[in-house]
């Protein structure tokens, strides 16, 4: 955080007066500062805060870049909510409440600060006497919010993390690569906090002072909404907000394969052959770096690296014959030292630096370790041509791209627009990721595709897939890779995806046990990649162990339809396919310590074995009662188990009055039958909620005591114990069992 001697004309925001109002939005002033400070019914249970000078808050025409910026951020602009403004006149303080329901904002006029009520419960109080202030870096308006913690605020999201989920005591900074940060903060008292900008935000979650969040923000408007609700309703407003996700489509579901770097494609492709004689699922093949493809030397048309595949059209074809899909890295620039380099540097085309000249950043893996110019994306013809190009790919069978663009852009590096540090380090992944998308998806109807990226950054969410880290080949590595993916569902992020081991580095940590646990996790996941480094694959271990992986396969490809169905239920709920304990169980404190179990959808308790050995300790969250997979036996909520586990079981529960939809099994996404995606459907007690399926046709509705169901014919129905089925036509109907 910048030191307040960083910082000029520091002015606290301490008295505030009334100005006007209307059904959506009540305007005050800051009169000693000159600022005009505006609330916002955004949303029902959503609140928009902004300050800033009257003549930028009350432009009715905004530049066409901040037109731009604004949709970068928001997917819906216009306020929907309505307020109902009364004043607040008790001894010793005035101000003002502003109602939406159960849901009031209370402001007071001095010192100013707002609270935040839940029907009668206070549960969320900015800084008393600090909540607000405003100060001047290199004449960039700096915002200083204070916001107070008590014991019954755990925080969550804010981006990956492989520590608590709790994020007291944690400070990141948003255009930071290695802070890995997200802008979505919500505590499980009921609120959440969004600072709504591309510039830099500077949260302190209670590191410097303790019961105190702290966020610094570098923008000329002070911009935060302010969410109220269960975590649940939380995500489904920010997401509403800032955008949802894009559907992947089928075969992206099924099992990935990674091309171990230097392999040659031959030998990847022998390694797809050995998956198929075995069995063993597989649906897509990931090239590793260099990039295969990227510009000509002389010309702005792509061609392929001869000396990596030599006839493209030949080894999609391969591919294609054995029923797998590629994708490829691919990065948004140009090689130094080309033509082309040369050339769209005179163009204006590239990103440039102080002196005007188009900025060589250092060569990295998906380069060749060769120097390139970065592609000013900001321009509309720029991003027009790199998405063709890439569409011209995709249309000739290339199946999805995965491209990672976060770079650390020095300050000093300009765009075409003006944007430039912390706002270009913010913009740039945002831009290339949706170049990216558009490329493979955006002509279709609905738009499925997948684009590929570790980057996060403001709207990540909108994308798929969100890759996940590859750290190492021992427990730890396991365990990492699981708590990014829950702290980024925390964040909004629907998939993170998983890789099962790590070609960059040493195997020999990795026993048949690991591989199997690790195997076990992925399958109950939003989806996962083998790495085709010969230790790393299924081959290298024991008749025993491939057996096993044969099992576990199984069971991904039929939980296809249940996983896809969660990810086509995040575009209306914005809920990831990982969801943590205190995602989902926010009023049950004890859940949230049991951090790397996880409810796989609404349907399914996941409790991973993370260290060696047959016995899992269990947590079943209170308020619902538990279903075990392996047994059939049935447990109540707030209940502690140990489960023995061999390496053909995991620790599954199922939530009652919920079912689980399972297709057959199958090699690959081809194997599905469109007109009959489901074999047999499993239930958890009286079942009680439609089930989450892709194409879901299913509906529960229940009456006097029964649940009748449409959408089952023709489906295999594993009732719990104590129930009994009755087919009626279309309808079957679930009934105690007398």
Same mark, same amino acid.
């Given at each position: 955080?910048?030191?307040?001697?960083?910082?000029?004309?520091?002015?606290?925001?301490?008295?505030?007066?009334?100005?006007?109002?209307?059904?959506?939005?009540?305007?005050?002033?800051?009169? =000693?500062?000159?600022?005009?400070?505006?609330?916002?019914?955004?949303?029902?249970?959503?609140?928009?805060?902004?300050?800033?000078?009257?003549?930028?808050?009350?432009?009715?025409?905004?530049?066409?870049?901040?037109?731009?910026?604004? @949709?970068?951020?928001?997917?819906?602009?216009?306020?929907?909510?309505?307020?109902?403004?009364?004043?607040?006149?008790?001894?010793?303080?005035?101000?003002?409440?502003?109602?939406?329901?159960?849901?009031?904002?209370?402001?007071?006029?001095?010192?100013?600060?707002?609270?935040?009520?839940?029907?009668?419960?206070?549960?969320?109080?900015?800084?008393?006497?600090?909540?607000?202030?405003?100060?001047?870096?290199?004449?960039?308006?700096?915002?200083?919010?204070?916001?107070?913690?008590?014991?019954?605020?755990?925080?969550?999201?804010?981006?990956?993390?492989?520590?608590?989920?709790?994020?007291?005591?944690?400070?990141?900074?948003?255009?930071?690569?290695?802070?890995?940060?997200?802008?979505?903060?919500?505590?499980?008292?009921?609120?959440?906090?969004?600072?709504?900008?591309?510039?830099?935000?500077?949260?302190?979650?209670?590191?410097?002072?303790?019961?105190?969040?702290?966020?610094?923000?570098?923008?000329?408007?002070?911009?935060?909404?302010?969410?109220?609700?269960?975590?649940?309703?939380?995500?489904?407003?920010? &997401?509403?907000?800032?955008?949802?996700?894009?559907?992947?489509?089928?075969?992206?579901?099924?099992?990935?394969?990674?091309?171990?770097?230097?392999?040659?494609?031959?030998?990847?492709?022998?390694?797809?052959?050995?998956?198929?004689?075995?069995?063993?699922?597989? =649906?897509?093949?990931?090239?590793?770096?260099?990039?295969?493809?990227?510009?000509?030397?002389?010309?702005?048309?792509?061609?392929?690296?001869?000396?990596?595949?030599?006839?493209?059209?030949?080894?999609?074809?391969?591919?294609?014959?054995?029923?797998?899909?590629?994708?490829?890295?691919?990065?948004?620039?140009?090689?130094?030292?080309?033509?082309?380099?040369?050339?769209? @540097?005179?163009?204006?085309?590239?990103?440039?630096?102080?002196?005007?000249?188009?900025?060589?950043?250092?060569?990295?893996?998906? &380069?060749?370790?060769?120097?390139?110019?970065?592609?000013?994306?900001?321009?509309?013809?720029?991003?027009?041509?790199?998405?063709?190009?890439?569409?011209?790919?995709?249309?000739?069978?290339?199946?999805?791209?995965?491209?990672?663009?976060?770079?650390?852009?020095?300050?000093?590096?300009?765009?075409?627009?003006?944007?430039?540090?912390?706002?270009?380090?913010?913009?740039?992944?945002?831009?290339?990721?949706?170049?990216?998308?558009?490329?493979?998806?955006?002509?279709?109807?609905?738009? @499925?595709?997948?684009?590929?990226?570790?980057?996060?950054?403001?709207?990540?969410?909108?994308?798929?897939?969100?890759?996940?880290?590859?750290?190492?080949?021992?427990?730890?590595?396991?365990?990492?890779?699981?708590?990014?993916?829950?702290?980024?569902?925390?964040?909004?992020?629907?998939?993170?995806?998983?890789?099962?081991?790590?070609?960059?580095?040493?195997?020999?940590?990795? &026993?048949?046990?690991?591989?199997?646990?690790?195997?076990?996790?992925?399958?109950?996941?939003?989806?996962?990649?083998?790495?085709?480094?010969?230790?790393?694959?299924?081959?290298?271990? =024991?008749?025993?162990?491939?057996?096993?992986?044969?099992?576990?396969?199984?069971?991904?490809?039929?939980?296809?339809?249940?996983?896809?169905?969660?990810?086509?239920?995040?575009?209306?709920?914005?809920?990831?396919?990982?969801?943590?304990?205190?995602?989902?169980?926010?009023?049950?404190?004890?859940?949230?310590?049991?951090?790397?179990?996880?409810?796989?959808?609404?349907?399914?308790?996941?409790?991973?074995?993370?260290?060696?050995?047959?016995?899992?300790?269990?947590?079943?969250?209170?308020?619902?009662?538990?279903?075990?997979?392996?047994?059939?036996?049935?447990?109540?909520?707030?209940?502690?188990?140990?489960?023995?586990?061999?390496?053909?079981?995991?620790?599954?529960?199922?939530?009652?009055?919920?079912?689980?939809?399972?297709?057959?099994?199958?090699?690959?996404?081809?194997?599905?039958?469109?007109?009959?995606?489901?074999?047999?459907?499993?239930?958890?007690?009286?079942?009680?909620?439609?089930?989450?399926?892709?194409?879901?046709?299913?509906?529960?509705?229940?009456?006097?005591?029964?649940?009748?169901?449409?959408?089952?014919?023709?489906?295999?129905?594993?009732?719990?114990?104590?129930?009994?089925?009755?087919?009626?036509?279309?309808?079957?109907?679930?009934?105690?069992?007398?």
């Amino acid at each position: 955080m910048p030191p307040k001697s960083d910082l000029a004309h520091v002015t606290q925001l301490a008295t505030l007066d009334f100005l006007t109002s209307k059904s959506t939005r009540a305007d005050f002033v800051f009169d =000693d500062a000159g600022l005009l400070f505006q609330v916002e019914a955004h949303a029902p249970g959503v609140y928009r805060l902004r300050c800033g000078k009257a003549e930028i808050l009350q432009n009715d025409k905004p530049s066409s870049r901040a037109k731009a910026h604004a @949709e970068m951020l928001l997917a819906r602009q216009d306020a929907v909510g309505e307020l109902a403004i009364s004043s607040i006149a008790e001894p010793a303080q005035y101000g003002w409440r502003l109602e939406q329901g159960d849901i009031a904002m209370e402001i007071l006029r001095s010192p100013f600060q707002i609270s935040v009520y839940r029907g009668e419960h206070c549960i969320f109080s900015s800084q008393a006497d600090a909540t607000l202030s405003r100060g001047e870096r290199a004449d960039v308006a700096v915002w200083r919010f204070g916001a107070e913690l008590d014991g019954d605020d755990s925080l969550h999201g804010g981006g990956e993390t492989t520590a608590e989920f709790d994020r007291r005591g944690s400070l990141f900074v948003s255009d930071q690569p290695r802070s890995r940060a997200l802008p979505l903060i919500w505590s499980t008292k009921g609120w959440g906090l969004y600072f709504n900008t591309l510039a830099r935000v500077e949260h302190d979650l209670e590191q410097s002072e303790a019961g105190l969040y702290q966020a610094i923000l570098h923008d000329a408007v002070f911009d935060l909404f302010v969410f109220v609700g269960e975590p649940a309703e939380i995500l489904n407003q920010y &997401t509403a907000l800032t955008g949802r996700a894009g559907q992947p489509g089928l075969w992206p579901m099924g099992v990935w394969l990674d091309q171990a770097p230097g392999q040659p494609v031959d030998e990847t492709l022998a390694i797809v052959s050995e998956f198929r004689d075995n069995q063993w699922g597989l =649906d897509a093949v990931n090239l590793s770096a260099p990039a295969p493809f990227g510009f000509q030397p002389d010309k702005p048309v792509f061609a392929w690296d001869a000396a990596r595949i030599a006839d493209a059209r030949d080894v999609l074809a391969r591919g294609q014959a054995l029923n797998v899909q590629f994708a490829a890295p691919t990065f948004p620039g140009v090689l130094r030292g080309t033509e082309l380099f040369a050339e769209w @540097e005179d163009r204006g085309w590239l990103l440039i630096d102080d002196d005007g000249n188009a900025y060589a950043f250092p060569g990295n893996d998906v &380069t060749g370790g060769q120097a390139f110019g970065l592609l000013d994306l900001t321009n509309k013809d720029v991003f027009k041509l790199w998405s063709e190009r890439l569409r011209q790919l995709f249309d000739e069978g290339l199946g999805a791209a995965a491209c990672d663009a976060q770079f650390d852009i020095p300050d000093g590096i300009t765009a075409r627009g003006g944007e430039s540090a912390a706002v270009l380090r913010t913009v740039y992944p945002l831009l290339a990721r949706q170049a990216l998308f558009d490329a493979v998806a955006g002509h279709k109807t609905p738009q @499925e595709g997948v684009a590929c990226s570790s980057d996060l950054f403001p709207g990540a969410q909108r994308f798929a897939w969100q890759t996940g880290p590859r750290t190492g080949n021992d427990w730890p590595a396991l365990e990492h890779t699981l708590r990014t993916a829950l702290s980024l569902g925390d964040s909004g992020i629907p998939v993170q995806t998983h890789a099962l081991g790590s070609a960059l580095h040493p195997a020999a940590s990795m &026993t048949p046990e690991l591989y199997i646990r690790w195997l076990a996790m992925c399958v109950f996941s939003g989806n996962f990649s083998f790495q085709s480094l010969p230790s790393l694959l299924p081959g290298a271990f =024991d008749a025993g162990t491939r057996e096993l992986v044969r099992h576990w396969l199984q069971w991904r490809y039929r939980l296809i339809p249940y996983v896809l169905g969660i990810i086509e239920d995040a575009v209306r709920t914005g809920l990831p396919v990982q969801r943590s304990m205190a995602l989902a169980f926010p009023a049950d404190p004890v859940a949230h310590a049991w951090d790397t179990q996880y409810l796989l959808g609404p349907a399914l308790l996941v409790a991973p074995a993370l260290k060696s050995g047959t016995q899992v300790q269990v947590y079943l969250p209170e308020g619902d009662a538990w279903w075990d997979l392996n047994t059939g036996w049935r447990y109540e909520g707030g209940t502690t188990l140990t489960v023995e586990a061999g390496l053909d079981t995991l620790p599954l529960f199922g939530r009652e009055g919920h079912m689980l939809c399972l297709g057959p099994t199958a090699q690959h996404s081809g194997d599905f039958n469109s007109a009959r995606i489901l074999e047999e459907v499993w239930m958890f007690g009286m079942p009680e909620h439609s089930p989450v399926v892709m194409r879901n046709k299913i509906r529960v509705m229940q009456m006097q005591g029964s649940s009748y169901i449409k959408g089952l014919e023709g489906l295999r129905i594993l009732p719990s114990e104590g129930l009994e089925v009755k087919r009626r036509g279309a309808e079957v109907r679930i009934s105690r069992a007398r």
